[in-house]
């Protein structure tokens, strides 16, 4: 069956503008809560003793080990950086000190492969112009009620990038997400500007190819979303999201796509795959 956008006119033109679109009831409330059991039956199977991992966006060279780089094609689980003690244990129960899970849980596991998977996506990303797309990363982000860390301002274009730039980030809130509990903040049409800066892999690590440009907060405007909403974001749009110290959790899961057909995916990005991912479709 052919694909058929799902964006109208108006919605295009807002992306095209502003770098982001807020698409409400996108994921349906029996989706919602699929994909939040099955996180729940992931992390009670977890046994972090074998392996305790932290995710920061502040400290990038802290993540980069082989379990960072391995779980570009598993499904691995990332701690807060506020979740242990001097003492090395754990403040509270792991299923509230997790910051992620990532990154092939669209490729290895049925629950989200359902709905990364589904005509829905496809035809959003068929109006969005992509010929041959991939999802190249997918992540389950907790946002854990006082301790869910800052994700600082930064371009999914700079981690995921090809040649041309062709990601894009679908992050659908799997709850409320309010400016309370650490919602999305973007500056509108900073997409505009081209990419700022790219995140490299080298023999040494991961690190950035220039400083990050300081940001003015109040060019920033807050996403709040209610669950089983999709935010659209291009990949050159300048986002960011707050420490959560309220006491509600913000979950959210997360894909980024690439385009296949007519670029390129460059070997010095963090993921390198050994197995190449299959299309979602395939358009002339």
């Known amino acids: 069956m052919a694909i058929v956008g799902n964006l109208s006119p108006d919605q295009l033109c807002f992306f095209n503008s502003q770098g982001y679109i807020v698409m409400e009831s996108f994921a349906s409330a029996e989706e919602v ?30 993540t980069t080990d ?132 790219r995140f490299i892999r080298g023999e040494d690590g991961v690190t950035f190819d220039r400083p990050s440009p300081d940001y003015d907060h109040k060019d920033f405007v807050p996403i709040e979303v209610k669950a089983g909403s999709l935010v659209v974001i291009h990949g050159d749009l300048i986002h960011q999201s707050f420490e959560n110290q309220s006491s509600k959790s913000r979950h959210a899961y997360s894909l980024h796509v690439v385009d296949t057909d007519g670029c390129k995916w460059a070997e010095n990005n963090w993921i390198r795959r050994k197995v190449e991912l299959k299309p979602l479709y395939v358009s002339n």
């Open 33 to 62: 809560e699929s994909m939040r059991k099955r996180m729940e039956q992931l992390l009670d199977e977890f046994d972090y003793s074998a392996n305790a991992s932290i995710f920061s966006t502040k400290n990038q060279r802290q």
């Open 66 to 197: 082989n379990y960072f780089y391995e779980s570009a094609e598993n499904i691995s689980f990332f701690f807060e950086e506020k979740a242990f003690g001097d003492d090395g244990k754990l403040k509270q129960p792991k299923e509230l000190s997790i910051n992620k899970v990532g990154h092939a849980l669209d490729e290895l596991d049925p629950v989200f492969n359902n709905f990364s998977s589904s005509e829905k996506v496809s035809s959003l990303l068929f109006s969005l112009g992509y010929k041959r797309p991939i999802i190249i990363q997918s992540m389950y982000i907790f946002k854990q009620p006082g301790i869910g860390g800052e994700v600082v301002p930064h371009q999914d274009n700079s981690f995921l990038y090809t040649e041309p730039t062709t990601c894009t980030g679908l992050w659908l809130a799997l709850e409320d997400a309010t400016i309370t509990n650490g919602c999305l903040w973007a500056i509108p049409e900073s997409h505009k500007n081209g990419l700022v800066r």
